[in-house]
């Protein structure tokens, strides 16, 4: 057996309100994993997303290398999870290192410029386009919503309407 991934959502705010209630209510989860080897390196972001966590709801700020070590592992099974990306590259790299995400929820990626809006909470630019499509290419379901109750949308098709294919 492997850990139970309830949810795997890119988010670059992380750990809010939202992701708080709504998400970890949604999915019975007991432990929200942040994936991000920028934010493991920054001590005073790591204490402030433990301290965003849900009562009774575990956090922890871990390595790319790290979640792909302890995906397998005995400890964690049956652990149900919340897995928290900053960005598509980096779901990519877990996935083909073996970690099995079945469906993303891409929940909030900030406008910079040389990104383009696709909805009013997701931008994206080549690079992110590109992770995306390979993604898609690996049957996983990319879908854009902020909170369970909304609808969900394929992140594919707005990538076609917005002609950002290449």
């Not at 920028?38 to 997303?49: G, M, P, S, Y």
């Not at 575990?58 to 005995?74: C, F, G, M, P």
């Not at 993604?135 to 990538?159: C, F, S, W």
């Amino acid at each position: 057996m492997v850990m139970d991934i309830r949810l795997a959502r890119i988010d670059d705010r992380l750990i809010h309100g939202q992701v708080a209630t709504a998400w970890s209510k949604a999915t019975g989860i007991e432990r929200i994993l942040v994936v991000s080897d920028t934010v493991a390196q920054d001590e005073l972001r790591k204490f402030l997303l433990k301290q965003a966590a849900p009562p009774g709801i575990k956090s922890n700020v871990i390595t790319k290398r790290k979640l792909i070590e302890v995906y397998h592992d005995q400890l964690f099974d049956h652990l149900r999870v919340m897995l928290l990306f900053e960005i598509p590259q980096d779901v990519l790299e877990v996935v083909e290192a073996g970690v099995d995400i079945q469906s993303i929820n891409i929940g909030g990626m900030r406008f910079l410029e040389g990104k383009k809006m696709v909805t009013n909470f997701i931008s994206l630019d080549k690079s992110d386009v590109q992770c995306f499509l390979k993604l898609a290419d690996l049957g996983i379901e990319l879908e854009t919503r902020k909170v369970p109750a909304d609808r969900k949308n394929d992140l594919i098709q707005l990538i076609q309407k917005e002609k950002m294919m290449p």
